[in-house]
Structure formats: C-alpha cells, structure tokens
C-alpha cells in the first residue's frame, strides 16, 4: 500500500484546512487508517482514526470538536478536515493505513503550520 498525502499549507490562527490521503495497492487489504503528527522536539501524536470494520473514528481530546475524519471509498482517499486552526496544531501531518496481516504503512507527511 502506498499512501500519499497533500493538503498541507499555512493558514492564519482560527482558519481551516483540509488534508487528504491516497491510497493506491492492496487497498482492499486495509483494515483501518488515520493521522498521526509531529511538532519539532515532540513525540508522534495520534490525531484522528477511522476504522474499516466498524465504521468507528477516534479523536485525540486537543482536536475533538474541530476535527473530523471521513474517507471516500471510490476515491480511496481519506480525509482530516482541520477547523479553528491552533498556532499549537502546527506539525508535519502524517496518514497510515493498517493492512491485515502485514502491518501499518505510512506516507511522507504534509506540513501545516498555524501563525498566530
């Protein structure tokens, strides 16, 4: 599976931003996606994920409420749609996609970064 991710940019405190993530390969081998991101000098933090054989989404607490996690199937693309931007929110955003039986398959990122 190989995951390419875009969307990233530089938004103004309070704005919004929309990532996306497309997946191409064994696509039908995915069992759950998600985001990840990761500020300078910071751990990897889980953002939001969605499983495949549920349905279910989970939020880290700082973004529930201001964002949201969707996919489109036909398009095998997911998406993070980023509201009420936080100077905070600033990192490198990055998408994987969990394969049965394989294991988890990240992108390269996409940076967004929040000005005050």
């Known amino acids: 599976v190989q995951l390419v991710e875009s969307g990233g940019g530089l938004v103004q405190a309070g704005g919004s931003l929309r990532l996306s993530c497309v997946a191409s390969?064994?696509?039908?081998?995915?069992?759950?996606m998600g985001w990840y991101r990761q500020a300078p000098g910071k751990q990897r933090e889980m953002v939001a994920t969605?499983?495949?054989?549920?349905?279910?989404?989970n939020y880290a607490d700082s973004v529930k409420g201001r964002f949201t996690i969707s996919r489109d199937n036909a398009k095998n693309t997911m998406y993070l749609q980023m509201s009420s931007l936080k100077p905070e929110d600033t990192a490198v955003y990055l998408c994987?996609?969990?394969?049965?039986?394989?294991?988890?398959?990240w992108g390269q990122g996409t940076q967004v970064t929040v000005s005050s």
């Open positions: 390969g064994s696509t039908f081998s995915i069992i759950a």
């Open positions: 994987f996609a969990d394969v049965i039986a394989i294991g988890r398959f």
């Open positions: 969605t499983s495949y054989r549920s349905g279910s989404t």
